[in-house]
């Protein structure tokens, strides 16, 4: 995937940031555990000192080189056992004294053995990603900012049931989530409960792309045609979440269907769930859209139907 320098550097930046402050950790932790238990500071001295006695004996080219550096392996080797064990019987855990990197892997240098490691292409998704959806326009609310006051009788009913499935998708979600088809009339609610859902998912640390239709598929277009960088289509077949708001409100043709197909069947293919709104009725979907496109949201999305009056409109009359 491709990637801009300001993406980049965002994400290297983080990498660096993730890695200071596990060394930060590690020393304070060091600190405070050598200032009040002298013969752990004595091993955490021996087991940091290994690495100047074997750059020492390999300067000095001995014939018995090899030999002594694996006396100086096997003795580190046993230090770090017995600090574990004191570790433990003075009331830490074992690993307190290692160092808490984010990745283990990569020790947080974003490298292995010269190659990206793969949280640093977490990390540059993730920043894609907020980079795609900087200057969305759609607030992001909160579920307590959904009143049921606004619907009666069985449209309250129905609406009680889209607020609590709402909710139950944010708080259990997983990459494995199904796909929700969010459908009716304007003015209902449906951007807000997406916007609150992507709340809580971007809280729980997944990434989310969450934007009108209409600017998802202009920027696609830019980019098709080389007016602008970057590989929108790319990054929204992948993120962990995508909200699709106002389905029908883009400019229709054949790039832009060809684009929304490419989204909804490469996410689905890859198992991972996708939100789309609309004010369309299927009627009207099915005189704008293939069926390629019809046929996946109708078989293949769960559908929660809106009800009721504008909400919008009742708010202005009172």
């Known amino acids: 995937m491709k990637y801009n320098e300001s993406v980049f550097l965002r994400a290297e930046n983080i990498i660096t940031d993730r890695r200071v402050r596990a060394l930060t950790e590690y020393e304070s932790r060091k600190q405070s555990v050598s200032d009040k238990y002298p013969e752990i500071k004595a091993l955490n001295d021996k087991i940091e000192n290994a690495i100047n006695e074997i750059t020492d004996v390999i300067e000095l080219r001995r014939d018995n080189t090899a030999e002594l550096i694996e006396r100086i392996g096997k003795e580190n080797l046993e230090a770090q056992k017995t600090r574990k064990k004191l570790l433990s019987a003075f009331g830490y855990p074992e690993d307190y004294l290692d160092i808490p990197y984010t990745c283990k892997k990569c020790k947080d240098s974003g490298l292995v053995e010269g190659i990206r490691c793969g949280c640093f292409d977490e990390v540059l998704k993730k920043c894609a990603v907020t980079e795609l959806t900087k200057n969305c326009a759609i607030e992001l609310k909160s579920f307590d900012d959904f009143s049921l006051e606004y619907y009666e009788g069985d449209d309250r009913n129905t609406m009680q049931q889209n607020l609590d499935i709402c909710k139950r998708y ?11 088809f969010l459908i009716g009339e304007t003015g209902l609610g449906k951007t807000l409960l997406s916007s609150a859902i ?8 997944f990434s989310v792309a969450f934007d009108n239709i209409s600017e998802f598929l202009r920027k696609i277009e830019n980019e098709h045609f080389g007016r602008s960088a970057g590989d929108t289509l790319e990054l929204l077949t992948t993120v962990d979440l995508v909200i699709l708001d106002d389905l029908g409100s883009e400019f229709p043709s054949s790039f832009t269907q060809s684009a929304i197909y490419s989204i909804i069947n490469t996410r689905l293919g890859r198992g991972l769930p996708t939100i789309i709104s609309t004010n369309f009725t299927f009627d009207e979907l099915r005189n704008v859209y293939n069926n390629r496109i019809i046929s996946r949201i109708e078989g293949q999305f769960e559908h929660l139907d809106f009800k009721g009056e504008d909400v919008r409109l009742q708010k202005n009359n009172k």
Request: glycine share 6%.
């Open 170 to 180: 944010a708080s259990k979600f997983t990459t494995k989530s199904p796909s929700l």
């Open 198 to 205: 992507a709340k809580v998912v971007l809280s729980n640390g």
